[in-house]
T-cell receptor
Framework: DQQVKQNSPSLSVQEGRISILNCDYT??????FLWYKKYPAEGPTFLISISSIKDKNEDGRFTVFLNKSAKHLSLHIVPSQPGDSAVYFCAATTLWDYKLSFGAGTTVTVRA | KAGVTQTPRYLIKTRGQQVTLSCSPISGHRSVSWYQQTPGQGLQFLFEYFSETQRNKGNFPGRFSGRQFSNSRSEMNVSTLELGDSALYLCASSLVGSANQPQHFGDGTRLSIL
């Protein structure tokens, strides 16, 4: 049962433009959400997270938005750079759980 | 600061064999989690250990087991290997395993079953 869904398997964006990645979840018990980035032959790298008590969190070029009523979150990357080309995973957990539920990932390609 | 180290990086086994994978967490991290990544199922949680105790387990058969040592290093064992066990096995560590401490991943062990 996939509790975290990333419905767009891929995204292509021009360098300098905005990348918007979307994620939906079904488990209303989730209260902490994370985004990870993964290059080939490497493990996922933590990017940014957000608690359910917030609706926005920013870190440099990365901003995550959370809409709890819609059970939806998104990651905005502005401006997109060639080094951002990677697979991005959305993950969710409860605050005192010890496991992450991951989406299937979105492959981002930034075109020069 | 050294990251999460997983050994070996690549492994080839045949059906019916058993395998042990190793994970050394970031120094000071006491929580270690294991995940399986396959093209069809994505990243799926296997189990999590803290202070040598398994605190949570995913929906995998009993052939998948693990343990954690007093120095927080962890091993994962898969017995009676099946073709479907071919996957990238990822280990992640965090300080105590709570959600607001992001897990840091190793580069994984690629297991191929022939």
């Amino acid at each position: 049962d996939q509790q975290v869904k990333q419905n767009s398997p891929s995204l292509s964006v021009q360098e300098g433009r905005i990348s918007i990645l979307n994620c939906d979840y079904t488990n209303s018990m989730f209260d902490y959400f994370l985004w990870y980035k993964k290059y080939p032959a490497e493990g996922p790298t933590f990017l940014i997270s957000i608690s359910s008590i917030k609706d926005k969190n920013e870190d440099g070029r990365f901003t995550v938005f959370l809409n709890k009523s819609a059970k939806h979150l998104s990651l905005h990357i502005v401006p997109s750079q060639p080094g951002d080309s990677a697979v991005y995973f959305c993950a969710a957990t409860t605050l005192w759980d010890y496991k992450l539920s991951f989406g299937a990932g979105t492959t981002v390609t930034v075109r020069a | 600061k050294a990251g999460v180290t997983q050994t070996p990086r690549y492994l080839i086994k045949t059906r019916g064999q058993q395998v042990t994978l190793s994970c050394s967490p970031i120094s000071g991290h006491r929580s270690v989690s294991w995940y399986q990544q396959t093209p069809g199922q994505g990243l799926q949680f296997l189990f999590e250990y803290f202070s040598e105790t398994q605190r949570n387990k995913g929906n995998f058969p009993g052939r998948f087991s693990g343990r954690q040592f007093s120095n927080s290093r962890s091993e994962m064992n898969v017995s009676t290997l099946e073709l479907g066990d071919s996957a990238l096995y990822l280990c992640a560590s965090s300080l105590v395993g709570s959600a607001n401490q992001p897990q840091h991943f190793g580069d994984g062990t690629r297991l191929s079953i022939l």
